[in-house]
């Protein structure tokens, strides 16, 4: 792994997608083969260009927005570009990294080998054709999209061997942004690109959460707005039998289900990789993720539902080793309660708390049409269940009934929470089994310190 970087005047640059590009127009079969970058002289163009210049010529990576979470972008084929990325987030070198492409075109170009003896011409003959069949499905109904398909390397690649951690295999998707599509397109390779967040830290889902974690990291932010999925892809492997979800993400195991070959498609991300026994086989598997400096509480659904709420005296054991100090986190006198309620809980979730004052924190993108992150945090005294006296402050946030909406809001809570300098935070968990619950629930045991189950 590179040195740490210097310190460095981060940019935050806002970029309407609006007429950014567009897929060549082609037959069905072939609708996603090549993205056009507009040719107007309009700031967005120009400032894309800069940022891909930056990417093809320095070792600094860029973060950008895509419909999942905000991505640290480097040229996947640069070793040196691609070791910025770990040095700019502080992240484990054995860590495979996703690659994103922007048409089929590019990720023709990645399946072939480097100088190959007979190599593939790219086009669209599916007799030479080097993406699997197996996933010509999934590619035709999620792409552009928050899914990721886990292909074999070819031998000599064109890939950094960063990128792929040693593993034979490397995991792509192409992105559901313009803007993104537009940049890859103008640097003319693959971006490796995780999320931008500091390593551990919750995922990144507006431009203002990038800027937290790595000002002075890195030099240019590309700001087009929040995320609209909330939660990274899903990814898939595809080349063994049945098929696995190596992480759950923005497509359920029902979508996957309904495509043809996908049928029989299984869970294949509680693996040795996520206790550390082994290299993970894609990001996201091995490591703690997504935690904020607080300490996270998760109640799995089923005892959210039984409970209703949370027991008084679970926050007492679990804020009596701090109670003697009296001192937050922050430095302010008492603790600071943090309460994230999805389906059933109510506003406090049981707690005992003075009135409810109520603010809204929206993220503001300047975009009309565009979608928005709204969150209201409700903050009352919180006093103690047996003497009622004060002992600190709550801190509540709904995040809807849902699972899209809660997967929309879920990194956005933490983070707002941390930022308020919450001790501990509260979380009620969802169902696992439908829609995007199994990924939202995924990443909360990732942040958990506890399960309540």
């Known amino acids: 792994m590179s040195q740490d970087l210097p310190r460095m005047s981060t940019q935050v640059l806002r970029i309407p997608e609006t007429e950014l590009g567009k897929f060549r127009d082609g037959n069905d079969q072939e609708k996603l083969g090549s993205w056009e970058v507009s040719q107007t002289k309009s700031p967005s163009i120009r400032i894309l260009n800069e940022a891909a210049q930056h990417l093809k010529t320095k070792n600094t990576p860029v973060a950008f927005p895509t419909e999942t979470v905000y991505g640290l972008g480097a040229d996947a084929t640069r070793s040196e570009a691609v070791k910025g990325i770990y040095t700019a987030k502080k992240r484990p070198s054995d860590n495979p990294l996703i690659i994103h492409i922007s048409d089929l075109e590019m990720l023709r170009s990645i399946l072939t080998p480097e100088n190959p003896e007979n190599a593939s011409n790219g086009t669209t003959n599916t007799n030479h054709d080097l993406i699997p069949e197996i996933y010509k499905t999934l590619i035709e109904r999620f792409w552009p999209g928050p899914l990721t398909l886990l292909l074999p390397n070819p031998v000599p690649s064109k890939l950094a061997p960063e990128v792929t951690a040693g593993l034979k295999t490397f995991g792509v998707r192409m992105p559901n942004s313009p803007l993104a599509l537009s940049l890859i397109k103008l ?55 049945p098929p ?25 991300y509680k693996d040795q990789s996520e206790t550390g026994k082994s290299v993970p086989r894609a990001p996201g598997m091995k490591y703690k993720h997504y935690s904020p400096k607080a300490t996270v509480i998760l109640y799995e659904a089923s005892f959210a539902v039984s409970y209703n709420g949370i027991q008084a005296q679970d926050v007492e054991t679990f804020i009596k080793g701090r109670q003697s100090q009296q001192i937050s986190r922050n430095g302010s006198d008492g603790l600071q309660i943090g ?11 049981g707690l005992r708390c003075g009135d409810f004052k109520s603010e809204t924190v929206k993220t503001q993108n300047g975009q009309e049409n565009h979608f928005t992150i709204e969150l209201d945090v409700q903050e009352a005294e919180l006093y103690d269940s047996t003497t009622e006296a004060p002992i600190g402050k ?16 879920l990194f956005s809570a933490l983070r707002e929470l941390d930022r308020r300098g919450a001790d501990f935070i509260f979380v009620e968990g969802t169902v696992d089994d439908e829609d995007i619950g199994a990924a939202v629930m995924n990443r909360l045991r990732k942040a958990a310190s506890q399960i309540r189950s």
């Open 187 to 241: 640097v003319g390779a693959p971006l490796a690109a995780p999320s931008a967040n500091a390593s551990t830290k919750p995922s990144p889902t507006t431009a203002e959460h990038v800027l937290e974690d790595l000002d002075g990291r890195i030099e240019f932010i590309l700001d087009g707005g929040p995320c609209f999925v909330g939660v990274e892809s899903t990814v898939v492997d595809g080349l063994c039998d």
């Open 244 to 268: 696995l979800i190596l992480r759950p993400g923005g497509v359920s195991i029902d979508e996957l289900r309904s495509c043809p070959g996908w049928e029989k498609v299984q869970k294949g």
């Open 339 to 349: 309460i994230i309620r999805t389906r059933h809980w109510k506003p406090a979730a």
């Open 394 to 409: 709550l801190m509540d946030v709904s995040i809807g009934t849902d699972t899209r909406s809660i997967a929309h809001g």
